[in-house]
């Protein structure tokens, strides 16, 4: 057996054991009407300039609470549904003009493809008046998540999805429909998760003699939000082991956004985050994040990572990569998407040739309303659960229902064709 933390915490001597990977040894326009209650849209998201696909644009439909995101190609579905009148899709992207288009003018779109237009910024870090360095607004930030993400609890609607390969070829898909019972920012309570729909699908031939299972499921993604869980990133008192500067400004939904690189100082020697850091100019909120593990010590990085294994193998990381994202309503943030990638090196003893495993899963929030009962989740999920490995649901077209979930890519789309194959020779 073989597990591998999916979230680590630094220092090494202050690594708390949180949602894992666990590894055991085994042998143009589309748009159409479903007629119940809501139609699904479907489009793509480019640059206007370069026309390159957007990855994780934001796309929500106005004066409402209901969002998705686009995919790695920049395709997005959305359900909406037909008692709304006159609804409009709002388009944004870091650095880009949010767009505006309503739903009878996205009806006559080319190839249903939404161009958005980069937005340059003139915005000088001279005009922060109370700030004095990059550092000092990182603290304002920090300090300020009772006043910019809200004081009340909020139950959250969002669709997870979580891929691992050996190599490029596909060997388990995991989706989900949860409930997020987002406890206040102000709290120390953490959130709780409630099951709505799940799905999943292992091929233990692609696996080699390893089963790779992700412990965690949604925690591990809603660990991601380091406004909420600022201990798995950093806190105050660990600023001092990082360097902050400032980079070039940005624009998100037509705000003005300062950018903050972050890294460990030279004189750490234990592996730390790094990466960038997207303020709001007004608020100080984070608007988003991406960040990466520094695994440049071998060693020390599977320390970190890896509790239990064989024997006979040896393991390592070659990439960890988290994003999160948060949403503006009303002057209030909240926490809107995330997304984990993390690369592993198995290699065994007297085998010529290593095996690589990727893991990818991410979360995006569709919907969300407060909850001022503070109700309890009816189908709670475990931080340490398993997602069942049941594929059932690959083979009913309309499993999600009314549900809004990530569009899959392409490579998605291919494994579940297959799934759907052999389900049918199976039956």
């Not at 593990?293 to 020390?300: V, W």
């Not at 070659?318 to 809107?336: L, M, P």
């Amino acid at each position: 057996m073989l597990t591998i933390n999916s979230f680590v915490m630094k220092p090494i001597c202050k690594i708390k054991l949180f949602p894992t990977l666990l590894l055991i040894s085994l042998f143009s326009i589309q748009l159409f009407s479903q007629d119940k209650g809501f139609t699904e849209y479907k489009g793509i998201v480019k640059d206007n300039d370069s026309k390159n696909e957007l990855t994780f644009a934001d796309i929500n439909i106005v004066g409402t609470n209901i969002s998705t995101i686009t995919n790695n190609e920049g395709e997005f579905l959305i359900k909406i549904p037909n008692d709304l009148i006159n609804p409009t899709l709002s388009v944004s992207y870091l650095g880009f003009k949010e767009r505006n288009i309503s739903l009878e003018d996205f009806k006559m779109l080319k190839r249903s493809t939404i161009l958005l237009i980069p937005e340059a910024t003139q915005l000088s870090q001279v005009n922060i008046i109370t700030i004095k360095d990059a550092e000092s607004l990182v603290k304002a930030m920090l300090s300020k998540k009772g006043e910019n993400y809200g004081g009340n609890s909020k139950i959250m609607t969002a669709f997870y999805r979580e891929t691992i390969k050996n190599r490029r070829k596909n060997a388990s898909l995991s989706e989900a429909v949860v409930n997020i019972h987002k406890a206040p920012y102000t709290s120390l309570k953490n959130d709780k998760v409630d099951l709505i729909k799940a799905r999943k699908s292992v091929d233990y031939t692609k696996l080699d003699t390893i089963a790779v299972k992700l412990i965690g499921g949604p925690f591990s993604a809603l660990y991601t939000d380091m406004i909420k869980y600022q201990q798995f990133v950093f806190t105050f008192e660990d600023l001092k082991d990082y360097d902050f500067t400032f980079d070039n400004s940005s624009k998100v939904n037509n705000r003005d956004v300062y950018v903050v690189n972050f890294k460990q100082k030279d004189n750490i020697d234990y592996p730390l985050y790094f990466g960038k850091l997207y303020i709001d100019s007004e608020s100080f909120a984070l608007v988003s994040a991406a960040y990466s593990l520094n695994i440049s010590n071998r060693e020390l990085a599977s320390k970190m990572f890896i509790r239990k294994k064989p024997r006979r193998v040896n393991v390592w990381p070659t990439k960890a990569s988290y994003r999160v994202d948060y949403r503006i309503k009303d002057g209030q943030w909240y926490y809107g998407y995330s997304n984990i990638a993390l690369s592993f090196k198995v290699d065994w003893e007297q085998k010529l040739f290593n095996s690589v495993y990727t893991l990818n899963s991410e979360m995006a929030v569709t919907d969300w309303r407060s909850d001022n009962t503070n109700s309890k989740p009816l189908n709670p999920l475990k931080p340490s659960m398993i997602l069942s490995e049941e594929a059932s649901g690959f083979s009913d077209p309309d499993f999600w229902g009314k549900y809004n979930i990530i569009e899959p890519e392409k490579s998605i789309e291919s494994a579940i064709k297959k799934i759907n194959r052999k389900l049918k020779k199976s039956s």
